[in-house]
C-alpha cells in the first residue's frame, strides 16, 4: 500500500480520481473481510447517503488483532507510559492484547450488551481504554469514547443523545500533578442518564468511590468471571463501528458516525502511507484516545498495521520541561505525531531540556489539530528532528476519519507549516460564499471535498437531517470542512483556520455558541458573546464578553463564579481565558452580534474596525474598545 516516490504519488493520485472505486478496491484487498463487497461505492451528498463496500462482513477487531497473531503474536502491539515516570511501563503484545480484548467482550456480554448498543467510555489514558474500545468493536457494540476533561452534564448530555447502555469508567485519572475523579464525575452524570443499566469500573488512582448496587462492577471482577474465547461478530462493512461529539457553529455537540469497513481502510491506509510506517517501528501519538486523533492514530490505524502504538498517559511537561524527549528516548520512538500546541508549550522551555537526550530513534514528525505556526514548525525540524525528519503536518477533522491533506513522509517535497496536498482518493475544491469554484493557484477560498473517500462521516447520530445541514447544504453536492484554504502557486494546500464559530483551543475543537450557551446559564448574565483570539501557546484562547448589569465591585470572583459555570456546564477544557464584562455587545439592526468586530477588539487591533454602520449602536463598541483597554 505504501507509496515510494512522488511520480508513483502522482500517478496513484491521477489513477484514484479518474477510478475511484477500483483505487479504493484495491486499497481494500490489504485488508481481511470474511466476505467481500458487492458494489465498492454508492452515494449521493444531497442527502446524503454514502456507502462503501456493501454487502461486505468483516471484523475490524479480526484485522486488528488476529490476523496478526500467526506472525506477529509475540510483537508489542501497545506500549504504556505511566504518567509517573517512576512507575514501569506495561508492553501488551499482539496475543495478550487480543487476549485482553476477548476476555473483556465476554463481561460486556454477560452484562448484557449485543450488537449495536451504544457504550459510553469514559476513562483515563491506560492500555484498558484501548481494551474496551476493541471490545466493543469485537461483539458489535458501538463507542462512544467521552474525553476525561468534560463535566458529568456534558457526558450525560452525551449518553441521552445515544441512549447509552452501559458506561466504562475508572475511579479516576491522572494528569500531570493532578487528578481527576472519573467515578464521581460518572455518578452525577447518571442521575439524568436513564437509559444506563451497568457501569464498569476499573481500579486506577485508588481513590475512594461509591459503588451503586445492582449498578456498579469492578473491572478486575468481572474479568475473572469470564473466559478468553470470544469470536468476533459478523459485521457489515456499513454498520455503525462508533459515535464520536464533536462541536460545531451551532450549541449542542453532535454525534458524528462512522462505520466498520471504510473507516477500517482509511485509517490503515493513511497510517501506514503518511507516516511511512516500518515493521518494527514505534509509533508515538500523543493525543488522547477520547478525540478523533486517538481513535484512528493510536488505536485503529497502527493495530489495522500491526505497528507498536505507544500509549502516554501523562502530559508532556511534567513533571520536567523534559518528560516527552525522556519518554521518546525510553522507548525508541520512531515516529512522533503531536499536536502545534504542545510543540509551542515545549519549545517555551528552550532546548535545555531536550540536552542530553538521544533523539536519534526519530525518523518521521507529524502535526495535527490545528494550523502550525511556522516558527514551531521549524522549531520541530530543527531542534527535535535535527533537520533529518519529514515533518508531515496533516489536516483531517472528526468527520473525515482520517487524514485528508498532509505530505506522505519521503515522498512530498516539503514546505514549512503547510499541509501540501491531497492524498490519494481525496478531491478537494476550493470555493467562494456563493459556492462557485475557485480554479487555478495562488488563490485563497472555503474548502470542500467533491466526492466520497471511505473514512468519511455517515451521519450525525439520531439526527440525519442535521448532517445534511452542517455539511451537505452550505455548497450543494459539496462536503463543507468549515475551513478557509489557500492553494499557493504550486497548488499546495495551506489550510488558514476555521471559517464558522468553531475555535481551536490547544487543538480541541470548541464551538462558541456552545461556550456562551455555558456562560448565560450563570445567575445574573444577560447575554455572552465569545471570540477567538491569538495565543502563544494553545493557538487560539477564548475571549468572552460579558454582560452583567448587576456587577458589583466584586468583578474578579463574579468572573470566577462564570468560570466554575463553564467547567460544570461543559469542562475545564471551555474556560474562558479572559472576561470582560460589558453594558452592550455591537449589534446590527436585525439583533446579530457582529463577531468581526469582537475579534478585532480580542486580537487587540482596535484601529480598523471596518464598516460599523449597519451597527443599532455604534457607541457601544467605543465603550468596549475603553472597557478592554483595562483588562
Ligand atoms: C483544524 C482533528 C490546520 C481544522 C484531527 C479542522 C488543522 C479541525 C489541522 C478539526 C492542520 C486539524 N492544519 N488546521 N494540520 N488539523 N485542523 O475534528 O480547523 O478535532 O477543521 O480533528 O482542526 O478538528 P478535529
Avoid at 286 to 302: K, L, R
Avoid at 552 to 581: C, M, W, Y
Avoid at 591 to 606: D, Q, V
Wanted: include cysteine; proline fraction near 5%.
Amino acid at each position: 500500500m505504501q507509496i515510494k516516490s512522488f511520480a508513483e504519488y502522482e500517478e496513484t493520485y491521477r489513477f484514484s480520481v479518474e477510478w475511484p472505486e477500483k483505487f479504493w478496491a484495491g486499497i481494500a484487498e490489504n485488508f481481511l473481510w470474511r466476505k467481500k463487497w458487492d458494489k465498492v461505492l454508492s452515494w449521493n451528498f444531497s442527502e446524503p447517503n454514502i456507502k462503501w463496500f456493501e454487502g461486505a462482513k468483516l471484523n475490524i477487531t479480526e484485522n486488528c488483532l488476529d490476523r496478526h497473531l500467526a506472525k506477529n503474536g509475540d510483537k508489542p502491539a501497545i506500549i504504556w507510559e505511566s504518567n509517573d515516570p517512576e512507575k514501569s511501563s506495561i508492553t501488551l503484545t499482539y496475543k495478550v492484547l487480543h487476549e485482553q480484548v476477548c476476555r473483556f467482550a465476554n463481561v460486556l456480554k454477560k452484562n448484557g450488551v449485543v450488537k449495536g448498543d451504544r457504550i459510553c467510555i469514559y476513562m483515563p489514558m491506560v492500555p484498558e481504554l484501548a481494551v474496551a474500545v476493541l471490545a466493543c468493536a469485537r461483539i458489535g457494540a458501538v463507542h462512544s469514547v467521552i474525553f476525561g476533561g468534560f463535566s458529568a452534564k456534558s457526558i450525560a448530555d452525551r449518553i441521552n443523545d445515544s441512549a447509552c447502555k452501559l458506561v466504562i469508567t475508572a475511579d479516576g485519572s491522572f494528569r500531570g500533578s493532578k487528578q481527576i475523579q472519573l467515578k464521581e464525575v460518572i455518578d452525577d452524570a447518571l442521575i439524568g442518564c436513564p437509559t444506563v443499566e451497568k457501569v464498569i469500573v476499573l481500579t486506577h488512582t485508588r481513590t475512594p468511590v461509591s459503588m451503586l448496587k445492582g449498578r456498579d462492577l469492578w473491572f478486575e471482577d468481572e474479568i475473572k468471571q469470564v473466559d478468553t474465547d470470544c469470536p468476533a461478530e459478523e459485521m457489515d462493512a456499513e454498520d455503525m463501528l462508533f459515535i464520536l461529539y464533536t462541536s460545531g457553529s451551532t450549541g449542542k455537540p453532535k454525534g458524528v458516525v462512522h462505520t466498520v469497513g471504510g473507516y477500517m481502510v482509511y485509517a490503515g491506509y493513511t497510517f501506514s502511507n503518511a507516516f511511512n510506517y516500518q515493521p518494527d517501528e514505534v509509533f508515538f501519538c500523543t493525543a488522547d484516545i477520547g478525540w478523533i486523533t486517538g481513535h484512528s492514530y493510536i488505536v485503529y490505524g497502527p493495530l489495522s498495521q500491526g505497528a507498536t502504538t505507544l500509549m502516554f498517559e501523562g502530559v508532556p511537561t511534567h513533571p520536567t520541561p523534559s518528560r516527552l524527549w525522556e519518554v521518546i528516548e525510553k522507548h525508541k520512538v520512531n515516529i512522533l505525531y503531536t499536536a502545534p500546541t504542545a510543540i509551542r508549550s515545549l519549545m517555551s522551555y528552550g532546548t535545555e531540556p531536550l540536552n542530553e537526550i538521544d533523539l536519534s530513534s526519530l525518523r518521521v514528525l507529524g502535526s495535527v489539530g490545528e494550523p502550525i505556526n511556522e516558527e514551531a514548525w521549524h522549531w520541530f525540524d530543527e531542534e527535535v528532528g535535527h533537520k533529518n525528519c519529514p515533518i508531515v503536518d496533516t489536516w483531517w477533522q472528526t468527520e473525515t476519519g482520517g487524514l485528508m491533506i498532509s505530505p506522505i513522509a519521503f515522498v512530498t517535497p516539503l514546505k514549512p507549516a503547510c499541509a501540501t496536498l491531497p492524498l490519494p482518493g481525496i478531491q478537494p475544491i476550493l470555493v467562494d460564499e456563493q459556492g462557485n469554484e475557485i480554479e487555478g493557484n495562488g488563490v485563497n477560498g472555503n474548502l470542500c471535498i467533491k466526492f466520497p473517500w471511505p473514512g468519511m462521516l455517515r451521519t450525525t447520530y439520531g439526527d440525519h437531517e442535521r448532517c445534511k445541514q452542517t455539511y451537505f447544504s452550505t455548497y450543494p453536492d459539496l462536503y463543507f470542512t468549515g475551513d478557509g484554504c489557500m492553494r499557493d502557486e504550486d497548488g499546495y494546500y495551506k489550510i488558514t483556520g476555521r471559517v464558522d464559530d468553531v475555535i481551536n483551543v490547544s487543538g480541541h475543537r470548541i464551538g462558541t455558541a456552545e461556550v456562551e450557551n455555558a456562560i448565560n446559564m450563570h445567575a445574573g448574565v444577560v447575554e455572552s458573546a465569545v471570540v477567538g483570539y491569538p495565543h502563544e501557546i494553545k493557538g487560539q484562547g477564548i475571549f468572552a464578553f460579558v454582560i452583567y448589569p448587576k456587577l458589583h465591585n466584586e468583578s474578579d470572583l463574579t468572573k470566577k463564579d462564570i468560570l466554575q459555570t463553564v467547567t460544570r456546564v461543559i469542562g475545564a477544557i471551555a474556560k474562558p481565558d479572559k472576561i470582560l464584562f460589558v453594558t452592550g455587545l455591537p449589534k446590527t439592526r436585525s439583533g446579530k452580534i457582529m463577531r468581526r468586530i469582537l475579534r478585532k477588539i480580542a486580537e487587540g487591533e482596535t484601529s480598523n474596525l471596518g464598516d460599523t454602520s449597519t451597527l443599532l449602536d455604534p457607541a457601544v463598541v467605543e465603550e468596549i474598545i475603553e472597557a478592554a483597554k483595562k483588562l
